[in-house]
C-alpha cells in the first residue's frame, strides 16, 4: 500500500490532454508541498515540478500541476510520444520524517 | 545542472553490507544535500536518509537508523551509502539523489542513474 495513491496508468492519443492524481494524507500533502518526476525508459528520474506547480528550467509549459488539501494533480497538455513513461509523485511526510513517494502511473501514449 | 555518476551493480550474500559510491558535479560542494533512495522490485521509492556534507549531519527514517551510514568526502567530490546486515528484501536500485533547499524548502531535484544490488546466497 502506496503511501501516496497514484493510478497505475493512463493514456491518451498525441495531441490529448492527461491528468494523473496523487492521493495523500494531512500528514504529507496535506501540510507540505508536492513534487513530481517523470521516469523515461529506464533513465534517472527527472524533476518536473516542485512545490506543487513550478516547472524548473527547460520543463515545457505542457506539463501543470496542482494541490488541494490531500490530493494534487499534474496534467499533460498536448500530448507527445516522448512523453510515454512513468510520472511519480512525492512529498514530505511529517509523521515519518522522510521523503514519500506515489507507486507511480505509467503514461502510455496510443 | 548536477550530474551524479554511481557506482556499478553489486552482487553481497545475505549478512554482508553494501557501499555505494556517487561522483556528483555542477554544485559548489557545501551546497550539496546527498540524499539516498531505493526501489526494490514491484515496491515504490523508499527514502533511505540523507547527508548534509556541510555540517557532517545526516537524517534517517526510523526503518534504516541502524543499518544506513551516509558519507560525502569533498576532494573527490563524492558521497557514499553503507548498507549493512543485507537480506534478500534489500535486493533494489539505489539511487544518489541532491536536495536542493536554497528557497529554505528542500527537495530532490537530480537523481543519479542508479546502482542495481543484488543479495543472494
Known amino acids: 500500500q502506496s503511501v501516496l495513491t497514484q493510478p497505475p496508468s493512463a493514456s491518451g492519443t498525441p495531441g490529448q490532454s492527461v491528468t494523473i492524481s496523487c492521493s495523500g494524507s494531512?500528514?504529507?500533502?496535506?501540510?507540505?508541498?508536492v513534487y513530481w518526476y517523470q521516469q523515461l525508459s529506464g533513465a534517472a528520474p527527472k524533476l518536473l515540478v516542485y512545490?506543487?506547480?513550478e516547472r524548473p528550467s527547460g520543463v515545457p509549459d505542457r506539463f501543470s500541476a496542482s494541490k488541494s488539501g490531500t490530493s494534487a494533480s499534474l496534467a499533460i497538455s498536448g500530448l507527445r510520444s516522448e512523453d510515454e513513461g512513468d510520472y511519480y509523485c512525492a512529498a514530505w511526510e511529517d509523521s515519518l520524517t522522510g521523503w514519500v513517494f506515489g507507486g507511480g502511473t505509467k503514461v502510455t501514449v496510443l | 545542472q548536477v550530474h551524479l555518476v554511481q557506482s556499478g551493480a553489486e552482487v553481497k550474500r545475505p549478512g554482508s553490507a553494501v557501499r555505494v559510491s556517487c561522483k556528483a558535479s555542477g554544485r559548489t560542494f557545501n551546497r550539496y544535500i546527498f540524499s539516498w533512495v531505493r526501489r526494490a522490485p514491484g515496491q515504490d521509492f523508499e527514502w533511505l536518509g540523507r547527508f548534509i556534507p556541510v555540517f557532517g549531519a545526516s537524517d534517517f527514517p526510523q526503518s534504516f537508523q541502524d543499518r544506513v551510514t551516509l558519507s560525502a568526502d569533498e576532494y573527490t567530490s563524492t558521497a557514499y551509502m553503507e548498507l549493512t546486515g543485507l537480506t534478500s528484501e534489500d535486493t533494489a536500485t539505489y539511487y544518489c539523489?541532491?536536495?536542493?533547499?536554497?528557497?529554505?524548502?528542500?527537495?530532490?531535484?537530480?537523481w543519479g542513474q542508479g546502482t542495481l544490488v543484488t543479495v543472494s546466497s
Open positions: 494531512s500528514s504529507n500533502i496535506g501540510v507540505n508541498y
Open positions: 539523489t541532491t536536495e536542493d533547499n536554497s528557497s529554505g524548502f528542500s527537495h530532490i531535484d537530480y
Open positions: 512545490r506543487n506547480k
